[in-house]
């Protein structure tokens, strides 16, 4: 099979042939369809993650090892099955790729996108940038009836956590705001998702006017520029009553910091993205400001399947552009990516 592989840490994909995995036990094989493109494979093909203050953690010191197939948001159909596996070939599916080690208290508990030995498909393990990938097991396959193939992959990463960041948000009234900052895949999987999870007046920040003018199309109360030197005022001017509530799908030094600064007393922040860096917090303004700062990483296998029934119930697809190329593009398209010129999500095609 062909598989297009991290062989240099920050140097182009390579392809790499090696033989068809063989499933055994409760294994899945997988023939992937379509893979989703994510920034953070940026990251990981870098092999560093900016923790700010001059620290990095690199993807070699949590186990990954060179060649690696990267590629998290995977729909196929199950090709081969293993001994202790019921799924039938040829059953459609798109797969969940958050795994845990599958033995400590949070993979026993539900909790196992928290597991302190993760090993996910694309980011620990081999994963959708290639023909095949090999999933442990059936349970992470998940049935995207009629939805769109290349709208189900992105339900792994990009629509689930945006997903599962709006699910930690604080109850909320018709008369709050709620901030979006970040008008890419993520940004826009969440302004199609909100409505259906609150009534709160959803307010999009961004530094680039194209797509802010795509998230006023796609359903944006209103819209705001980031790059004024008063860019917390000019956020809070936007939210009549205060800003309830803020999701950070950038997450810079900048974007949080500007996100704390302008959130209302009794607000909430959750930091989605991983551009990285550090900010300098004034602990003693949380509990003065009653005001909740959290992370939100992916989602669990519990909050994808209610996001492929809510996308199928509701019977429309998002307001993110998809578009598929082939896999042996995959390079070029991280470079656009990289260069911030991806509107909405891309997926590589295998076989083309």
């Not at 006017?209 to 790059?227: C, I, M, P, T, Y």
């Amino acid at each position: 099979m062909k598989s297009y592989d991290i062989v240099e840490w920050g140097k182009p994909l390579q392809e790499v042939l090696r033989d068809r995995p063989k499933p055994v036990g409760t294994e899945v094989l997988v023939k992937v369809q379509a893979c989703g493109i994510c920034h953070s494979d940026l990251h990981i093909r870098d092999g560093l993650l900016d923790l700010g203050n001059g620290k990095h953690i690199s993807f070699e010191s949590v186990g990954v090892k060179l060649p690696f197939t990267m590629g998290h948001e995977i729909v196929g159909v199950v090709a081969e099955a293993g001994s202790e596996a019921s799924v039938k070939a040829g059953t459609p599916c798109v797969v969940y790729p958050w795994h845990g080690c599958g033995t400590c208290l949070n993979c026993t508990n539900g909790r196992e996108v928290d597991c302190e030995s993760g090993r996910a498909l694309g980011t620990r393990k081999p994963g959708g940038y290639s023909d095949y990938v090999v999933v442990p097991h059936e349970q992470y396959l998940l049935d995207y009836g009629n939805l769109d193939p290349l709208l189900a992959a992105t339900c792994a990463c990009s629509g689930l956590t945006s997903f599962s960041a709006l699910k930690k948000l604080p109850p909320m009234l018709e008369a709050d705001t709620l901030v979006l900052i970040g008008a890419g895949g993520l940004g826009l999987a969440a302004l199609g998702l909100a409505p259906q999870l609150t009534s709160a007046r959803l307010v999009v920040a961004d530094i680039d006017d194209e797509k802010l003018a795509r998230a006023s199309a796609a359903g944006a109360h209103e819209v705001v520029n980031l790059r004024s030197e008063n860019a917390a005022r000019d956020l809070r001017k936007a939210a009549p009553n205060g800003i309830r509530a803020i999701v950070d799908f950038v997450g810079s030094a900048q974007t949080t910091g500007v996100a704390l600064e302008s959130v209302a007393r009794g607000g909430t922040v959750v930091v989605v993205g991983l551009f990285g860096g550090a900010i300098s917090l004034s602990t003693a303004l949380l509990p003065m400001r009653n005001v909740t700062l959290r992370g939100s990483y992916v989602g669990s296998v519990e909050e994808m399947r209610a996001l492929l029934d809510l996308l199928q119930e509701k019977g429309k697809g998002s307001p993110v552009n998809l578009k598929s190329l082939p896999m042996s593009a995959v390079n070029e398209a991280l470079e656009e990516l990289a260069q911030g010129r991806v509107a909405g999500r891309l997926l590589a095609i295998p076989g083309q």
